[in-house]
């Protein structure tokens, strides 16, 4: 587990690995960041709990430096990771394991089940599992299980991160993605199953949202550059819409049939928000307009603002 900042659910989430029904050995390595919160505190008091649980440092408070750091102090052949606001489903590690031996995969991974504790966090989740808030990634969305791209979080045989070398600590953001093309490069296999998931507690206010997502946007050109032929008609979608909505609701300013743009826009955010929310209450469906846009909007701005060699470089620092 890569910590920062997560003294509001990491107690639960390791209770989610410690309770998994698994007859092989298991221990839980938790790499903890320069937090700002009392998660090193919650950390150490688990691991004094219970020997199957480490603590190990990571002063940087980067993502890929904790990963790195958690795998090379594991002790055994399958690495399964865990975010400090994931709690892995009942079965999850066997499921995992008996499918790394079944198919000959390298990674397996299931689905990112998004739920919120308010209206505003159930609204995120709704979009984070709908097509339009997120695109047709099966980790987000469900499907049938085979080969894929990438997988949320992973459990992986350890042969192919030492292989592949890792996670690659300049990546910031979408180190999952990058590490998961490397490995599919490499011949080996990343395999979606909707049979394990992942329970996620989404952010929780408009600014952090958009901030997670400008940095999604920002990462993803990131990737794209350094990796040609990543990039896809879905990874443009975003800042495509952010162009064209701004340029319609400013050039309405100058001849005003342009707005039916961004009122093109608003209408497919609201009615596919009412779509998405379908079961919910209505003050999620409310709220799923800005939440959508948020989320388009933020990432498109990311991806069209992004300066690889800038973000790059800052990685090293």
């Known amino acids: 587990m890569p910590l920062l900042n997560e003294e509001r659910s990491l107690a639960e989430s390791v209770a989610a690995v ?35 649980v480490r603590v190990v440092a990571n002063p940087s408070g980067r993502t890929p430096d904790a990963l790195n750091a958690a795998i090379d102090a594991a002790t055994h052949d399958i690495i399964v990771r865990v975010d400090g606001h994931g709690f ?10 008996r499918l790394l031996e079944e198919t000959g995969a390298a990674n ?7 739920e919120g ?30 080969p894929t791209d990438t997988v949320y979080l992973g459990v992986f045989r350890r042969e192919w991160l030492t292989r592949v070398g890792g996670y690659d600590s300049r990546f910031t953001r979408t180190q999952d993605w990058e590490l998961n093309w490397r490995i599919r ?21 408009l600014r952090a949202l958009a901030r997670q997502y400008r940095d999604y946007g920002r990462w993803r050109r990131v990737v794209a550059t350094t990796h040609e032929g990543t990039l896809n008609p879905r990874y443009l979608a ?3 819409a952010l162009v064209a909505v701004t340029a319609g609701a400013v050039g309405g300013l100058v001849w005003r049939p342009l707005w039916a743009v ?17 079961g919910e ?27 690889p060699a800038r973000l790059l470089q800052g990685a090293h620092r």
Do not use: K
């Open 88 to 97: 892995l489903s009942a079965g999850y590690i066997a499921t995992a394991v």
């Open 108 to 114: 397996v991974g299931g689905v990112m089940l998004a």
């Open 281 to 307: 209450s209505p003050a999620v469906a409310a709220r799923m307009p800005a939440v959508l846009a948020t989320m388009h909007g933020a990432w498109g701005y990311g991806f069209l603002t992004s300066r």
């Open 185 to 205: 490069q490499a011949g080996g296999v990343v395999w979606f199953t909707p049979d394990m998931t992942v329970r996620y507690r989404p952010r929780g206010s």
């Open 18 to 52: 410690l309770e998994q029904d698994y007859p092989g050995g298991l221990e839980v390595v938790l790499a903890v960041g320069p937090s700002q919160d009392g998660t090193e505190q919650v950390a150490q008091r688990l691991a004094a709990d219970d020997p199957r």
């Open 262 to 278: 961004p009122a093109a826009y608003l209408a497919g955010v609201s009615v596919g928000g009412v779509a998405a929310a379908r």
């Open 117 to 146: 504790d308010n209206d505003f966090e159930r609204a995120v989740a709704c979009a984070m599992r709908s097509p339009i808030g997120v695109g047709g990634s099966r980790f987000h969305t469900g499907g049938a299980a085979g």
């Open 238 to 240: 975003p800042p495509v």
